[in-house]
């Protein structure tokens, strides 16, 4: 099987598996720079909520080591300037800040250098044990809802390749796989980037799990000939009203879902909900996705091209809310309330 881990500690630097060279070319880029991680999380090197996050928390955890190998004096404000700029990369995914909110938090008590560069490195290991621990015991409640035999579709790239761990909604599916249920996966290829046809697929065939790609707009036309059972996707942040932010087109097959009858779950780790929020930022990013993919151009460079990468999920379309401390249920605020009694990151 393939090593996908997406985000390793390496020799004292941040090593990243470079998913825009998947599936074709397995290679890792080793970052000695927090500019490197920031530039790496911002193309999409990486990808995937919780894989950003144990980025972002490594990259914190650089910082500290740079700042304390040049002999600085001022570390935490290195660390700030660092937190602000992988801040600045990806605006959706409620994982990043997150990260580096705790990474900064469990220095603040330290003073010299090689003490803040020591804590930082043992949060930021921690982020990742954590989330490998946290998919665990999600996959497990997820694969609950399957039943031998479901035709399960699926969108964007939810596995280890976006986790470190065994994936949210796709660490559902294996754990459904290997617990003896013989399940059949429907991937988007997911437009623009195609995280489906690229990603899922290849940890897809890594895992030995039945399954077949199709184009986003197929959707439909699939739920129409009653060929899928229920929908799983992840998120990249959910509110406390169980509002969704997902990979864009995630919202439509939700309504495609509810017109067929079809139930519609959202696997995520409780680091991803963001309680203080009203709103959920939509990053944009460049049209030139949309007019071609890699350097083959597939329209005009003059058309105007719109590129949201994510789009949002409201929760009366939502069956349930897959995390590691079980399934959520309507009414959200409710369920999600009770989820975080006790919780502590």
């Known amino acids: 099987m393939l090593d996908l881990a997406p985000v390793r500690w390496k020799e004292g630097k941040v090593s990243i598996l470079d998913q825009r060279e998947l599936p074709f070319s397995v290679k890792r880029i080793d970052c000695a720079k927090v500019e490197e991680v920031a530039e790496a999380i911002r ?32 570390c935490h404000a290195e660390l700030l300037r660092a937190g602000e700029l992988i801040k600045s990369t990806r605006p959706t995914a409620r994982n990043l800040f997150w990260a580096v909110d705790k990474v900064l938090k469990a220095t603040e008590s330290f003073t010299a250098p090689a003490d803040i560069a020591k804590a930082a490195l043992a949060v930021a290991d921690g982020i990742l044990a954590d989330e490998v621990e946290r998919d665990s015991r999600l996959s497990k409640f ?8 479901y035709s399960v579709l699926t969108h964007c790239n939810t596995g280890e390749l976006a986790t470190g761990g065994m994936g949210s909604a796709l660490g559902v599916l294996k754990h ?4 003896g249920k013989k399940i059949h996966v429907y991937a988007t290829e997911t437009r623009p980037l195609l995280q489906g046809a690229r990603l899922t697929t290849l940890e ?15 959707v ?46 959202v696997a995520a780790p409780l680091s991803t909900f963001d309680l203080e929020r009203s709103e959920i930022p939509i990053e ?3 049209p030139d996705e949309v007019r071609g993919f890699r350097s083959e151009r597939t329209a005009l ?6 590129n949201p990468a994510f789009d949002i999920t409201p929760p009366r379309l939502i069956t349930g809310i897959i995390t590691e401390s079980g399934v959520l249920r309507p009414p959200y605020r409710a369920s999600i309330a009770r989820a975080f009694q006790g919780y502590s990151d």
């Open 220 to 265: 439909g036309y699939l739920m129409q000939k009653g060929l899928v059972n229920a929908a799983i996707v992840g998120a990249d942040r959910i509110l406390s009203d169980g509002s969704t932010a997902n990979k864009i087109g995630t919202y439509a097959i939700a309504v495609l879902a509810k017109e067929h009858g079809i139930p519609f779950y």
């Open 176 to 179: 459904a796989w290997a617990s």
């Open 284 to 286: 944009l990013r460049s």
């Open 43 to 74: 193309t999409l090197a990486v990808r995937g909520a919780p894989a950003i996050g144990i980025a972002a928390g490594y990259a914190v955890a650089l910082a500290a080591k740079n700042c304390a190998s040049s002999g600085s004096n001022d």
């Open 204 to 218: 897809l065939a890594n895992a030995g799990i039945p399954a077949t790609l199709l184009v986003d707009s197929a």
């Open 142 to 149: 997820g694969s609950e809802v399957l039943m031998d035999g």
């Open 301 to 306: 460079a003059t058309i105007e091209a719109w």
